[in-house]
Structure formats: structure tokens, C-alpha cells
């Protein structure tokens, strides 16, 4: 611990000395460094107020010392808000200070409270030659209904001895109350609604936009809109850029869609609501810098009114069915010439912009001499919300008579938004030759007689002769319950049950030995990471080397000790290893890791030299705790 000293002398010219212990290394004052305009004038008196000084820093350090060894192990809890929302969510976290768990704290079950773990972390601190560790296991706390809850206290055994937290209350308001958190989550993200315009017709697309304005956040799911009167199209979200509202810069994600007016008069459009996890107010960092302590927040945008204006109801085409958009007609035929009953495939294409998909062709009034089938349709999109492109009918038209001399005139009747009224397009009257079906030939009629022409042939037997030669005669082969390779490949499938029993008694070994696929995880993890640390090393990535070196020691001994990597920190190099009687050579190489590891945080800057001179060491200390059978010396 670095004291601090501050010595006050009084005299006409009052002076302040202050010692904060930028000496040394060891944290001492070094009192000559310090400006003094006094020095070489020394009286007898200041002389010993000189050594009663020293005396009361002494004094000052070691009782600090005394009382930082004399502190246990602490259990406590916190919630990182007491008052949240129904359907919102707080984070419970039960901290472990000055000590290692037994095993992993659980949270009792609470009426009306879901509570599911959400990981842990760890923290390890090095100053002035102590060391103190801090474990961290998190909890997410969700009420759907309103009340005042309590969580009840919670206790574990940390190093022998039984700990307990103090109970924690938890209220919970209706959903839409304000809460402490609602003008923080206002200041980091909103949502906004921005449509192309506020007035359509019905049966109009109207595009829009959902905009996402956010400082800092995390996307839990899309956005979601209320679609009453609407009929909401495909959802497809741009890329993330910048934009700077009040001088503060935000992420701008947007999502572009569309939406149809199905009734008329001045429709509510939204409100669009999100679910995003923001920093809660005060948030911690790690170590890293990274933001800890998120919360989940739904944001909800402002409704929209939209005014929908009915269709005219003058100048309405006969044939219109509803179609509203801009669109063009074309047609073709599979041939002209036919006869009577002969069919003839009709090709019509409405191509354009609009809801492409609810286009349909109108009543065929005028093909009463034709009996016609039901089309077959095809919709081939060119844009990604599907409102621009191609709608085919494929439709087969049969003439009924040969008085047919054309295939009428095609028609589609639309209403153009842009225009502000009806419009039809046409494909004119296609000229066809349609021939009469010839005479069907009569069939002949069979007269029975009673008498029989003489010289008429008599009908042929259906007997035959015998077969007089054999023909062409061909060797028979052996059996195949005789040939080598048709015994040989039954026993293929004997062969694949036998696999599948060896698999299936592996894997059900694997699902019954937790602490077996345990090693093998850590053992797959090692190899990774050691390849991992050649690269860093490469690369003089300083930082991520000591991180990664950190956490291999951490998943290796913890696999070792049957403890969780998380608790593994250099303390246990001599609570469990030495005991054990493991090799002091290989105690020595993982203090030597561990405290490289705590310098780099202090002195990151390595050069690629000592980073690579440093992995076979690590290599070689994770061998070596691959070989220690820990459970033979275990207490």
C-alpha cells in the first residue's frame, strides 16, 4: 500500500511537505527529493520533529499492513438497480472477495422472480507485493408482475469457513412506469418512425423507415411494428453509420420496409418498439475498458397519424379490381392457326412497381366463345421488398367454334398514385384462324351368317409346334454364396455395428465422466492456445500474449485441482500445489508465469523476442501439470 504523508510545520512562512511515495519501488518517502528551502538550517527542535515524522510513518505503515492481512474473506450481494419495470430485468451479483469458493453459489427459487445465470468474471490485483482476488458470479433477475420482492440471504463456503450475504429487496413497477433508469436509456438510444409522406391512398405503398439512434448499445432483437389498419411488408436493415445530434455522435441503424393502408380515414402507424441492452447510469469497465453492466431497455418510438384518402369514385373503369401502382401490359400467344377444341396458351405479363403479388386479371367477359381454364401464375421480384417487377398468367383458352376470328382485346385498369387517377392499359385484338373439325369416320358393323365360305382360310390355333433346337447354350456361373467377394461383403454390415457400438460406448463414457471431457476440453484448448501464443508472439501483440498465458494457466490448474478457472489465481500455486508435494521446479516455473503475467499489466511494452522466448516456457509449464496425477497426494 503507497502511504501518503503530509507534514505541516508552523513559522512565520508557513510550508506544506507532502511524501507520496515516488522514491522507490518498495512505496518508501524519500524525503530529500522534496523541495525544501530550509535545508543546511536545522534547529535542534526540527531535528526531532524530523525523527517523530519517520517514527509516525512507520507506525502508520505497519498498522495498515496489519490490519490489510487481518481481513477475511467477504460474501456480499448487490443488485445493480432495486426499482425496474415488469417484463424488465436487474442483475444480481454475488461477489467473493479475499478467498476461494467451494463451489458456485445458487440463488434459491423466489415466487414471481425468474433468475438465470448469466456467467462470471474474475479480478486479480498486485499491489506492493499483495495480492487479492475477487470472484464474481452474475444473475439475471426478471418480474413479469408487479410487487415487492425480497431475495432471500444466499451463503457459500469460501476456505473453510460459511459466509453469508444480507437479503436484497427488489421493487417492481407496472409496466410503463418511470423509472430511475428511464432518462438514462432516453440519452443513449431512441427509436423514430420516418415515413415518405403522410398522406396515401388506400391500397398505396407507402415506404418507411425505422430508425435507430444509439451512443452506445447492444441489438437483442429487429424492431417490431403495430400494424392496425396496415399491412406491413418485408423488413430489411442497412449498414450501420454515424450521424451527430447535439454534438454527440450516435449509430444510426435503419431498417427500411414498407406498408399498405387497408381502410381509409387517419390511421395510428406504430408505435415501433425495440428490445436493446444499454450501459446502465455508472456503469463499470474491466480492464480492458469495456463496458460490464448493461441493462435491457424496450425502446418505443412516437406513433405516426397517417391520413388515407379513399379512391376516386368518378371516371372508375369497368374492369378495375383494386389494382393500385403503376403498371404496363404485355401479351403473347403460343400460335394462331387452331381447330376447333384445339387449345391456345395465353402469356400475359403485368410488369411495374406496386404489391405485385395481389394483381389478378380481370372477369374474361368477352370470351364467350372459348371455354377457358384458370391461369397459372409466376411473380419474378426485382428489388429486395418485392414490389417492383414481373406478375405472368399462364392461361389456356380453348375455341369453341369455328366462327371465331380473334382472340380478344386485353385489359387492366389501375390507379396511379402519382397521377391521381385511373389508367388503363391495353394489348389490341389478335387475328387467329380457327378451322372446323373434320367428320369422325364411321365404324364398321359386324353381321353374324349362318353359313361359312368354303374357300375362306381357317383362323389360326394359338398352339405351336415344339421347338425343335435348343440354341445358342451358355455357361452356367458358380453361385454367388460361393464366390469370395460376395462372403466378404457380408460382413460390412457387421462391421458398421460393431463402429457404432465402439462410438456409442465412447460417447456414453464421455456423458457419464465430466471430469474426462473436461480434460480433454482443456487439453484441445491448450494446443489451440499454445499455437495462439506463437502468433501473438509474432506479431508482438503484448497484451493478448499475457492475457492468453493467464487464462491457459487458469483452465489448466483448474482442471487439475477440480476447480473452476475462474477461481484459479497465484495463491493457489502454494494453498494446493505445494502441499501436494509437487516438483519445485515446476512450482517455481508457474510463479515465475503468473508474475510476468501481473508485471505486463504495469509494463506491457515486450518486444517479439521476449514474447517468443517466453512461449516454450509456457509450453513446457502446462506439460508438466498435464503429467502431476494431483488426486494420489490429494488431502
Not at 522507490?24 to 523541495?35: E, I, N, V
Not at 424492431?223 to 450521424?243: E, I, M, S
Not at 458358380?478 to 469370395?484: F, K
Request: proline share 8%; charged share 20%.
Amino acid at each position: 500500500m503507497n502511504s501518503a504523508l503530509q507534514v505541516r510545520r508552523n513559522s512565520v512562512n508557513s510550508m506544506a511537505v507532502e511524501g507520496r511515495g515516488e522514491g522507490g519501488r518498495d512505496g518508501s518517502t524519500r524525503f530529500d527529493q522534496l523541495p525544501n528551502p530550509w535545508r543546511g538550517v536545522r534547529s535542534p527542535g526540527a531535528r526531532r520533529k524530523g525523527w517523530f515524522v519517520l517514527l509516525l510513518a512507520s507506525l502508520l505503515t505497519g498498522v495498515s499492513g496489519a490490519l490489510a492481512a487481518a481481513q477475511a474473506a467477504s460474501f456480499t450481494a448487490s443488485l445493480d438497480r432495486d426499482t425496474i419495470g415488469a417484463g424488465e430485468s436487474a442483475t444480481l451479483s454475488l461477489k467473493v472477495e479475499g478467498g476461494t469458493p467451494a463451489d458456485v453459489p445458487s440463488v434459491p427459487g423466489i415466487p414471481g422472480l425468474s433468475i438465470a445465470s448469466i456467467g462470471q468474471s474474475s479480478q486479480f490485483n498486485f499491489i506492493n507485493g499483495r495480492s487479492s482476488s475477487t470472484v464474481a458470479y452474475n444473475f439475471l433477475v426478471r418480474a413479469a408482475q408487479p410487487g415487492d420482492y425480497t431475495i432471500p440471504s444466499i451463503s457459500v463456503s469460501v476456505d473453510g469457513k460459511r459466509v453469508a450475504t444480507q437479503p436484497l429487496k427488489l421493487k417492481v413497477l407496472k409496466a410503463g412506469e418511470a423509472t430511475p433508469d428511464s432518462e438514462a436509456v432516453g440519452k443513449n438510444a431512441f427509436l423514430k418512425l420516418a415515413p415518405a409522406k403522410n398522406e396515401v391512398y388506400v391500397g398505396e405503398v407507402l415506404p418507411l423507415e425505422i430508425r435507430l439512434y444509439a451512443r452506445q448499445g447492444n441489438l437483442k432483437q429487429p424492431p417490431q411494428l403495430n400494424q392496425d389498419g396496415f399491412t406491413v411488408g418485408k423488413l430489411v436493415q442497412q449498414p450501420l453509420t454515424k450521424t451527430l445530434i447535439e454534438n454527440q455522435y450516435h449509430s444510426l441503424l435503419v431498417y427500411k420496409t414498407f406498408v399498405i393502408p387497408a381502410k381509409t380515414g387517419k390511421l395510428t402507424l406504430g408505435p415501433a418498439t425495440m428490445l436493446l441492452a444499454v450501459p446502465r447510469p455508472n456503469a463499470r469497465v474491466n480492464v480492458f475498458g469495456e463496458i460490464i453492466d448493461w441493462m435491457e431497455a424496450n425502446l418505443a418510438s412516437e406513433p405516426l397519424t397517417i391520413d388515407v384518402r379513399p379512391l376516386p369514385t368518378n371516371n372508375v373503369p369497368p374492369d378495375f379490381n383494386g389494382a393500385v401502382g403503376n403498371y404496363a401490359l404485355n401479351a403473347t400467344f403460343s400460335t394462331n392457326a387452331v381447330t376447333v377444341g384445339d387449345p391456345i396458351t395465353l402469356s400475359v405479363q403485368i410488369a411495374g412497381r406496386g404489391p405485385i403479388e395481389s394483381l389478378s386479371l380481370s372477369s374474361p367477359d368477352k370470351w364467350r366463345d372459348f371455354k377457358i381454364y384458370p391461369p397459372i401464375t409466376r411473380v419474378e421480384t426485382s428489388d429486395q421488398f418485392g414490389l417492383e417487377g414481373t406478375k405472368t398468367f399462364e392461361q389456356v383458352v380453348i375455341p369453341e367454334n369455328a366462327e371465331v376470328k380473334e382472340l380478344p382485346e386485353l385489359t387492366f385498369s389501375f390507379f396511379d398514385p402519382e397521377r391521381k387517377g385511373y389508367r388503363t392499359v391495353t394489348h389490341p385484338a389478335t387475328p387467329i384462324t380457327v378451322h372446323p373439325a373434320s367428320a369422325a369416320p364411321a365404324q364398321p358393323t359386324i353381321v353374324a351368317t349362318t353359313t361359312q365360305n368354303q374357300n375362306e382360310p381357317k383362323p389360326a390355333t394359338d398352339i405351336v409346334h415344339i421347338k425343335p433346337r435348343i440354341g445358342t447354350l451358355a455357361q452356367i456361373q458358380a453361385p454367388l454364396i460361393q464366390q469370395t467377394w460376395f462372403l466378404a461383403l457380408q460382413g460390412v454390415p457387421m462391421l458398421v455395428w460393431l463402429g457404432a457400438v465402439v462410438w456409442r460406448r465412447r460417447e456414453d463414457n464421455l456423458a457419464n465422466n465430466p471430469r474426462l471431457r473436461r480434460q480433454r476440453q482443456v487439453a484441445h484448448n491448450v494446443r489451440e492456445g499454445l499455437e495462439e501464443l506463437r502468433r501473438l508472439a509474432d506479431t508482438n501483440q503484448a497484451e493478448e500474449f499475457f492475457a492468453l498465458v493467464f487464462r491457459l494457466l487458469q483452465e489448466q490448474l483448474g482442471e487439475r485441482l477440480k476447480l473452476p478457472a475462474s477461481a484459479i489465481t497465484e495463491a493457489v500455486v502454494e494453498e494446493r500445489l505445494c502441499p501436494r508435494g509437487v516438483d519445485p521446479a515446476t512450482l517455481a516455473a508457474l510463479q515465475e508465469l503468473f508474475l510476468a503475467c501481473n508485471q505486463a499489466r504495469y509494463a506491457p511494452q515486450r518486444s517479439s523476442q521476449e514474447l517468443a522466448s517466453l512461449a516454450p516456457k509456457v509450453e513446457s509449464a502446462l506439460r508438466q501439470l498435464q503429467k502431476l496425477n494431483l488426486d494420489e497426494h490429494a488431502d
